[in-house]
Nanobody, 127 residues
Framework: QVQLVESGGGSVQAGGSLRLSCAASGYSYSSYCIGWFRQAPGKEREGVAGIDSDGSTSYADSVKGRFTISQDNANNTLYLRMNSLKTEDTAMYYC?????????????????????WGQGSQVTVSS
């Protein structure tokens, strides 16, 4: 059974950095599309960054140049490095996985296309 567990969230001032981790079990990252999503209060869940089984990445325009998605296949762990954080980045952040992996899933980052989800990790950015 696929399980995803996020960690690394917290509170930071604007301009600061955080790194989220997503530990996976029950499957191998090498065969899945993986994505980071976020949901702020009163807003829909949105895609932030994604990576496919070949290592191709995509980012939402709002985080390009500030966030970096990466994965450690040996340890089945996904990361999201977040720099230059803004107050509008405040949200619950989720990692999600799906297989088989199709590149369009990573580029589009539609939440409904991913079956497996972690419990979420809160990120709060204050001014």
């Amino acid at each position: 059974q696929v399980q995803l567990v996020e960690s690394g969230g917290g509170s930071v001032q604007a301009g600061g950095s955080l790194r989220l981790s997503c530990a996976a079990s029950g499957y191998s990252y090498s065969s899945y599309c993986i994505g980071w999503f976020r949901q702020a209060p009163g807003k829909e869940r949105e895609g932030v960054a994604g990576i496919d089984s070949d290592g191709s990445t995509s980012y939402a325009d709002s985080v390009k140049g500030r966030f970096t998605i990466s994965q450690d296949n040996a340890n089945n762990t996904l990361y999201l490095r977040m720099n230059s954080l803004k107050t509008e980045d405040t949200a619950m952040y989720y990692c999600a996985a799906e297989a088989p992996c199709v590149l369009s899933m990573v580029t589009a980052l539609v939440p409904g296309e991913f079956r497996f989800w972690g419990q979420g990790s809160q990120v709060t950015v204050s001014s």
